[in-house]
């Protein structure tokens, strides 16, 4: 020993050297190492830091020969608290919390040395336990539930390059369990548009396994059982051209009947071609679905009705299509492309537009003619979506059902009556938007934050109609009944006021009983609550007197016109509907491939004592193997 010393015993700053090559340079306390000093092993392990009765405890600094390093808490001269740990072969460095020398609690491992690869959250004994985000160097990222290393409970994983995205249940490192899967199809840059293909349902290590739905980004749906991610078993598929299969599946293959009578396995494509796609001259985005109409006329001219009806939409094209985009566009804030599904709610904005509904048919009523396969719940739902091709078939629908009979002697019926539909109808009011709700596209963007809650009462307020149409509808009547319910009307919005309202787009808006008994889609019950609302916000007039202001709404009814007098007896003499709640309907939306099957494996060895340094850590990064081209059915 070199140093001080007191009473005999090493005491303050001084070197000691054992036996061994071992040496400390330091401070000692009666004859201990005790305070800050450097402890050097002959291999070259280094601890400068500080020690308590000759352990290293406190904060200090581990040095190995190979350039590693521990910065932090040491208890008992093993990493214990909170720390920063460096290795110098591979780059890896872990700062947070230690327990008895093992990552242990919150912490961050960064795998390599421009941090690309990292780790945050839980550890257990070195190992990734419990909650923890993971990224990998191909820019892959896994957030969710770990154990032992794995990802195991429910978490979420992109695969960036791949365009995918997992959320789910997990077990050993792979999918297992209920979850999502969704592969996203490239786009233009700059482009808010993207198109997906999903998977919702059961997976089995990895696979497609069990009962689950996919949606297809063609508009395709298969619903049913999976085996090995394939569909086997008994399914429902829907083909984007509206057909559907329902029956049994083998090895992603319908089983259908053959001339001889017995099942056979048919592939999926081409099982059912669009009606008519093979001599049609509109393209797949236009071609027309209109079997059920067909059927009105006779088989003899049902080929040559179809062509020339398509000749007709062939001609009108752009400016169908130019239609189709902009009332698509209505409510919607501006994006780089502009391009958006058109839903049932602007549908009937553009047909009253264009005054179909003077044409002695209200919408609630169109909403049945181009039903095709939609539930009770859908016919009159303002959220169903629909694409260019069946919104062209929609117009064909209605174009028949307002005038076939003024048209019954032309040739070709369907071409006649689409062509008058466009020519008087669509062309000379098409974008010149009426109503409360679209008029003004910035106040629209914000109104339509309220369909959902008003769609609720809306159906509160329905009946249930008897069969064979069994859907929900109100009609104006039970309207102002719903507003003496509410007690919505005062001395501003009077029932004669609100009697105009909802007749201000009706054929003749001077005779409002007429309108009493006509049943309304949502769209106009919604935007009767707008117009509502823009009479109660007016302000009252400074010349109005007291007395007025407080008088009753039904004095005032009597004080109006004389159509007050026919709106108080309708409000007296009608029963009030009874209230039914249905629940709002929400419409899923969209080839397939083979989900990425995920295993990490990784494991790191930590010492405790201070004689070594191997706190190497080994990650394989995740790379799914995927098929990405989508199957047959896609």
């Not at 290393?149 to 390059?161: A, S």
Request: glycine fraction near 10%; aromatic fraction near 10%.
């Amino acid at each position: 020993h070199e140093g001080e010393t007191c009473e005999g015993q090493f005491h303050g700053e001084g070197v000691a050297y054992f036996e061994g090559g071992h040496m400390y340079k330091g401070m000692f306390s009666k004859g201990l190492m005790d305070g800050h000093g450097v402890f050097t092993r002959p291999g070259g392990l280094k601890y400068e830091g500080e020690f308590v009765c000759n352990i290293p405890m406190g904060q200090g600094t581990y040095t190995w020969p190979d350039g590693s390093s521990y910065k932090g808490e040491v208890y008992n001269g093993i990493r214990h608290g909170t720390g920063t740990y460096k290795c110098a072969k591979n780059g890896v460095s872990y700062r947070g919390q230690w327990d008895q020398g093992k990552r242990h609690g919150k912490g961050a491992v960064y795998y390599n040395q421009d941090k690309t690869s990292w780790y945050k959250g839980d550890w257990v004994k070195n190992n990734r336990e419990g909650w923890g985000v993971r990224c990998y160097p191909s820019g892959n990222k896994y957030s969710g539930e770990w154990k032992n290393n794995l990802r195991h409970g429910e978490g979420t994983m992109r695969w960036l390059k791949l365009g995918q995205q997992y959320v789910g249940m997990w077990h050993n490192g792979v999918q297992h369990g209920r979850g999502t899967h969704i592969w996203i199809l490239r786009r233009a840059a700059g482009s808010q548009y993207s198109q997906s293909n999903q998977y919702t349902g059961d997976f089995v290590q990895g696979q497609r396994h069990g009962q689950g739905a996919f949606y297809y980004a063609g508009g395709a749906i298969y619903e049913g059982e999976w085996r090995n991610n394939k569909k086997h078993g008994k399914g429902k598929f829907t083909f984007k051209d509206g057909h559907v299969f329902e029956g049994e599946f083998v090895d992603d293959q319908m089983m259908t009947h053959n001339l001889s009578g017995n099942k056979a396995p048919t592939p999926l494509c081409g099982a059912f071609p669009p009606s008519g796609s093979e001599s049609s001259i509109l393209g797949p985005d236009m071609a027309l679905t209109i079997e059920r109409l067909l059927d009105k006329i006779p088989e003899r001219n049902c080929e040559t009705e179809r062509k020339q009806v398509e000749f007709v939409v062939l001609r009108q094209g752009t400016d169908l299509r130019s239609v189709y985009s902009f009332y698509s566009r209505l409510g919607h804030a501006p994006s780089p492309d502009n391009i958006f599904l058109l839903s049932r709610l602007q549908l009937w904005r553009l047909l009253k537009d264009c005054n179909i509904h003077h044409h002695d048919i209200t919408l609630t009523q169109i909403d049945h003619f181009i039903r095709e396969d939609a539930t009770t719940a859908e016919i009159h739902s303002p959220f169903t979506t629909m694409l260019l091709r069946r919104f062209l078939s929609c117009l064909v629908l209605v174009a028949y059902h307002i005038y076939h009979k003024d048209m019954v002697s032309q040739t070709n019926l369907l071409a006649a009556c689409f062509s008058k539909l466009m020519t008087d109808d669509i062309l000379p009011n098409a974008k010149n938007v009426k109503g409360f709700l679209f008029r003004q596209p910035d106040c629209a963007v914000v109104t339509v934050n309220y369909l959902n809650k008003c769609w609720e009462v809306y159906q509160a307020y329905c009946k249930v109609n008897a069969a064979p149409r069994d859907d929900q509808t109100m009609t104006c009547r039970h309207l102002l009944w719903m507003f003496k319910d509410l007690h919505l009307l005062d001395n501003k919005l009077t029932a004669a006021r609100l009697l105009k309202i909802i007749a201000a787009e009706s054929r003749d808006p001077s005779s409002l009983s007429s309108c009493v008994d006509l049943e309304i889609t949502f769209l106009e019950f919604f935007e009767v609550l707008l117009g509502s609302a823009e009479v109660k916000c007016q302000p009252v007039s400074e010349g109005q007197e007291e007395g007025q202001l407080l008088s009753s709404p039904d004095a005032e009814v009597r004080r109006d016109l004389p159509e007050a007098e026919a709106s108080e007896k309708i409000l007296q003499t009608t029963n009030s509907p009874s209230q039914s709640v249905a629940a709002p309907v929400n419409s899923p939306i969209t080839p397939e491939v083979s989900s990425p099957k995920s295993v990490e494996t990784g494991k790191s060895s930590d010492t405790a004592d201070l004689s070594t340094a191997q706190d190497v850590e080994s990650q394989q990064d995740v790379e799914p193997n995927v098929n990405d081209k989508p199957q047959s059915a896609g």
